[in-house]
């Protein structure tokens, strides 16, 4: 008996235990993950007194910068006295759901990356109006709300196109400013193509249109070529007729030739059933000329070795010239509208973009392209160097595949290309599955 | 102590502490950030709980078997009765994963059910699942009566059969998806990827599935054939049953109840396939049908998952998860149900 009441004694206490471990953690995220951002919204007048033990939190969206943000963080804390607490996280949508998890926990971090227009729609009402800062003028790509707002800091510019090993041009005697239109591109390949063995390369370019996991290198960035090369000033009529369910036929069919081209000359297996590794790896190790892909690829470059220059063509599939890459900001950092040091969140956005410290993180130790003219911090990676000539000589068309349709690529088009690529379809079979996949947005 | 006294002082404290649980969510609803709301919350739980405990009551023992289950009810309404009213509740808005701004009535369950991708998934997952089903039971059956046999090393043969299972489905995905796209390949020279045809990276899929899957239902059927009585064998031996009479006759009635939790488990598994599935194909590849090409094997738990995750159509897949929900229940104890029937009782 005397067993039996002390097991029970001690079981009973496990559970109060446990109970209390339980609801008590409920209290300790508001005091210990550190963000002031606090449960309730309403209440700011509890604002944080003593001053100088100020920290706000970034939920950055870009996992490879993750180091040299918070390197650039801890100087800031030397320099102002604001803890700045960087949170990375990787892998595309789940951002969204993670960030839509803390607002419901009330555990919002103080800034956070939105991907384009979808987010913008879910977040609007959360995001601080940034349209006053200082860097607002010194910059082409900040997120502008449809009301004229600016909500996102743009802390990058990317770009992609054919990215060329020019070691193998040169040898082949084929120069990559030539590349801007797809008779080009045509004559070039079939020269490439010709001269295998000499160059020791087992096919021209280096694709990958597997629907699974590469959909977003062919129905996100290739596509934007149909939607974006060739317009004057940004001009998005063809985004627009897109999200209305139509498609420029003659373009799509011009856009469907380029694409047959890459895919004709393409590493077959890479092309149908390769990942991302797969993809870089074939290029890398220069045993194709081109690959599709842009310069978010520097960074791997040195586990590869590589010694070849390189550089980045247009994605040209019309006959006239369109000498321009596909450049633009690939998300933004927003301010959320709820935190209790919404000052403290301008201040570290506007360091990092007008100070030199902060453009040295960004584009030196980040390997990025500063999205701010008056940088002077030039890139050191060698695809960041060629983007630059690009943006400044002002060669670039807008990434407006980033406005269509929450997971309209993954699900929708990119079985598509997928399709096209294995050779199911014909350029007209082509045309045609692309037209009907966008007719489904038909309101 | 008075048996009076003791009423009145558990009353009183089931009365302050339902007071205090009361005050703590009004602080917490009202935005207080009060540090000690949280204690008055757990210390009026407690208090409740207490007096209930020492209350003198003819139904002492009801209430002591009610406090005792109150930790398991309490989980389990918070983690999934309260989820699931929710997720009902949402299926009728227009919910994005943050707010919902008007209620659309049926409207989400008739878009799903008029959306092609949403119907495809749906037959195909009835197809892998009643191939899987079958494969697992099978292969896992043979496996079984393999390792109940007289062959040398059988404790090696569980071991092995079972570790696959161990092995997290999307670390394994990754594995076999590099073997069927570059060990296969290369093995058969000049082919290509089975992950590239619509029917075979399903058939790919469960085979994973299988292989994966059939080493613990192995285990179920193992110990059911263990607990077969030796005397019943031994009649049966003496009345001149032969091997395959004693196992269709003898054995597999006798473990029905066995093949009754092994087929609702690998129902279950299958039709809740998304692990594999996921990290194997993610859909792909596509198949051209009725002139759209789809995500040839995108099964339902996927489909529900880039419903909410990548198109942000949160409300839309809820609404998937609970027809989901609906079906599987239908379907798991219809052949729980059946099978039931056929189990003898020792």
């Known amino acids: ?443 | 102590m008075d048996v009076k006294v003791k009423k009145v002082l558990s009353l009183a404290a089931i009365i302050l502490g339902i007071a205090g649980v009361i005050l703590a969510l009004i602080m917490d609803f009202s935005g207080s950030e009060n540090p000690l709301r949280g204690a008055i919350l757990v210390i009026g739980g407690l208090m409740v709980l207490a007096g209930f405990y020492f209350l003198p009551s003819k139904n002492h023992k009801k209430i002591i078997n009610v406090l005792f289950l109150f930790p398991l009810l309490l989980a389990f309404t918070v983690t999934v009765i309260i989820p699931f009213i929710f997720g009902v509740f949402y299926s009728l808005t227009d919910w994005n994963g943050i707010k919902f701004e008007n209620f659309v009535g049926l409207q989400n369950y008739i878009t799903m059910f008029t959306s092609n991708d949403y119907m495809y998934s749906v037959v195909i997952t009835f197809i892998f699942s009643a191939i899987n089903i079958v494969l697992v039971n099978v292969i896992a059956f043979s496996l079984a009566l393999l390792c109940t046999s007289k062959i040398k090393g059988k404790n090696y043969y569980r071991a092995a059969f079972f570790v696959p299972n161990l092995i997290g489905g999307i670390v394994l995905g990754y594995v076999w998806q590099f073997i069927f796209n570059k060990v296969l390949t290369v093995l058969i020279p000049g082919s290509v990827s089975m992950l590239t045809d619509p029917n075979l990276a399903l058939l790919a899929i469960i085979i994973v599935s299988s292989w994966q899957y059939s080493g613990y239902i192995m285990m179920i059927y193992v110990t059911g054939l263990q607990g077969v009585p030796k005397d019943v064998l031994e009649a049966s031996a003496v009345d001149g049953a032969d091997r395959l009479t004693t196992l269709f006759r003898i054995k597999m009635p006798l473990i029905a109840n066995t093949f009754t939790i092994c087929i609702f488990l690998t129902l279950i598994n299958s039709f809740k396939q998304f692990d594999l599935n996921f990290a194997i194909t993610n859909g792909a590849p596509s198949r051209i049908l009725n002139g759209v090409s789809i995500l040839s094997t995108e099964l339902l738990a996927l489909n529900i998952y880039k419903t909410a995750i990548s198109k942000n159509q949160y409300a839309l897949g809820q609404t998937k998860a609970v027809v989901f929900f609906i079906v599987l229940a239908i379907i798991s104890l219809t052949q729980v149900a059946i099978s039931k029937k056929r189990e003898v009782e020792m």
């Open chain 1, 1 to 443: 008996m005397k067993l039996k009441k002390f097991v029970s004694a001690l079981l009973i206490t496990a559970m109060t235990g446990a109970l209390l471990v339980g609801c008590g953690s409920n209290n300790s995220t508001n005091t210990n993950t550190g963000t002031d951002s606090g449960t309730t919204t309403e209440n700011k007048t509890t604002e944080n007194t003593s001053k100088g033990n100020v920290s706000i939190r970034l939920l950055n969206g870009k996992i490879e910068i993750d180091a040299p943000l918070k390197a650039y963080a801890e100087a800031y804390k030397q320099k102002t006295g604001v803890e700045v607490v960087i949170e990375s996280l990787g892998g595309g949508a789940d951002i969204a759901a993670t960030l839509k998890g803390y607002l419901a926990a009330g555990n919002m971090p103080d800034m956070f990356v939105i991907g384009g227009e979808g987010d913008y729609n879910v977040w609007k009402d959360y995001m601080e109006d940034l349209s006053n800062e200082s860097w607002v003028s010194d910059t082409d790509v900040a997120y502008v709300s449809p009301e004229g707002k600016v909500v996102g800091f743009p802390y990058a510019v990317e770009g992609y196109g054919l990215t060329y090993n020019k070691d193998l041009l040169d040898k082949a005697g084929i120069d990559p400013a030539t590349l801007t239109n797809i008779n080009a591109y045509k004559a070039a390949f079939e020269k490439l193509d010709s001269m295998k063995d000499e160059l020791g390369i087992t096919a021209v370019v280096s694709m990958a249109a597997e629907a699974g996991q590469m959909w977003w290198s062919v129905a996100n960035h290739n596509f934007g070529s149909y939607l974006a090369t060739g317009v004057e000033n940004g001009d998005s009529k063809y985004i627009d007729m897109l999200k209305k369910g139509e498609i420029d036929r003659d373009r799509m069919t011009q856009y469907a030739k380029f694409l047959k081209l890459l895919f004709d000359y393409s590493d077959k297996n890479t092309l149908i059933s390769g990942t991302y590794d797969d993809q870089l790896a074939l290029w890398a190790q220069g045993k194709t000329v081109f690959i599709h892909q842009g310069n978010w690829i520097d960074p791997s470059l040195p586990s590869y070795n590589v010694t070849f220059g390189m550089g980045i063509a247009p994605s040209a599939f019309m006959e006239q010239d369109t000498d321009g890459i596909l450049a633009d900001a690939p998300s933004w950092w927003a301010v959320y509208n709820g935190g209790k040091n919404i000052q403290a969140c301008k201040d570290f956005l506007t360091s990092l973009a007008t100070t030199e410290e902060g453009a040295k993180c960004l584009v030196q130790d980040c390997g990025m392209i500063s999205s701010f003219k008056s940088t002077t911090v030039q890139p050191t990676a060698p695809l960041a160097t060629d983007l630059m000539k690009w943006v400044q000589a002002g060669k670039t068309y807008p990434w407006h595949w980033a406005k269509m349709p929450d997971g309209f690529a993954m699900n929708n088009l990119g079985p598509v290309f997928e399709s096209f690529a294995k050779g199911d379809v014909d350029i007209e079979g082509f045309v045609d599955l692309m037209a009907n996949a966008i007719a489904t947005l038909k309101q």
